[in-house]
């Protein structure tokens, strides 16, 4: 299985978007159980909003110790999908503690076979399943002066650089690490639900998608905004400082996620 980034090395958020054959495409993913979770990004979207055909959602956390999401990202991550999400059976939350992965910085390769050795939940029958790697190392994109911190790379699937939140916050006084941390987990979550326009069907594109920052959104204070001057790593604490708390999603990306099913 192969696939080709297309676009989209981001600045202060990241976000690959994959295209290239598909896994469901081949005959052996026939018998694949897990081949509902190898779709390419945002083809899921109307699946985790609505209530049509899953009416549950379980999202995993994987992590070695050490790297464990905060307790207020888990709380608030809930939150938010409640308030976004058909889901009548509820949104459950599994934690998978596993061996700390060898080999960092990862390329994006390397988070796939960490998913494929350590991934426990699946889609199946009326429960859909989002997977969220907490990773012990940052990326290998990852440059003096540029960071990733987190990249939704497939139809369920995100990944967060615990570690470079936790070096941006020694390394900058007044650095929020839940606010950091949930604010990229969303805004990740955000790309799973197909924003912005991702598989190009969103209703009013036009007045919302960036064109310059493409897959992001113009309005400066919703989540799915793509900060240009976020490109440093000094910028993230700055940002951060300015804001204070997690970005909501605005009216616009809310209308979107109602498109296809959302509450
Ligand atoms: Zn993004
Ligand atoms: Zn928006």
């Known amino acids: 299985m192969k696939f080709s980034p297309v676009a989209l090395f981001f600045l202060f958020f990241s976000t690959l978007v994959f295209t290239g054959c598909k896994s469901d495409d081949s005959d052996e993913a026939i018998n694949d159980p897990t081949a509902e979770n190898k779709k390419s990004l945002g083809t899921s979207a109307e699946d985790i909003l609505s209530d049509d055909i899953y009416k549950s959602m379980t999202v995993e956390l994987v992590y070695s110790l050490g790297f464990e999401p905060e307790e207020q990202t888990k709380n608030m991550l809930t939150q938010f999908l409640n308030a976004r999400v058909n889901k009548p059976g509820g949104v459950i939350v599994k934690e998978t503690v596993i061996n700390p992965p060898q080999g960092a910085p990862f390329d994006i390769d390397e988070i796939k076979e960490i998913e494929e050795n350590n991934r426990t939940a699946y889609t199946a029958e009326d429960d859909l ?60 979550f955000g790309h799973i639900l197909s924003l912005v326009n991702i598989t190009d069907d969103d209703i009013h594109p036009e007045n919302h998608e960036d064109t310059a920052n493409s897959r992001h959104c113009v309005v400066e204070n919703c989540l799915m905004y793509f900060e240009a001057t976020n490109t440093e790593r000094a910028t993230v604490t700055r940002f951060l400082q300015s804001r204070g708390n997690v970005p909501e999603l605005d009216p616009l990306c809310i209308a979107d996620l109602q498109a296809k099913g959302g509450k």
């Open 129 to 188: 399943a989002v997977y969220v790697f907490f990773s012990n190392g940052n990326s290998s994109k990852d440059t003096e002066t540029r960071v990733t911190l987190g990249t939704a790379y497939l139809n369920t699937s995100i990944v967060l650089y615990k570690k470079t939140f936790l070096d941006l916050v020694a390394n900058n006084q007044g650095t929020d690490l839940a606010t950091l941390e949930t604010t990229t987990l969303e805004h990740e």
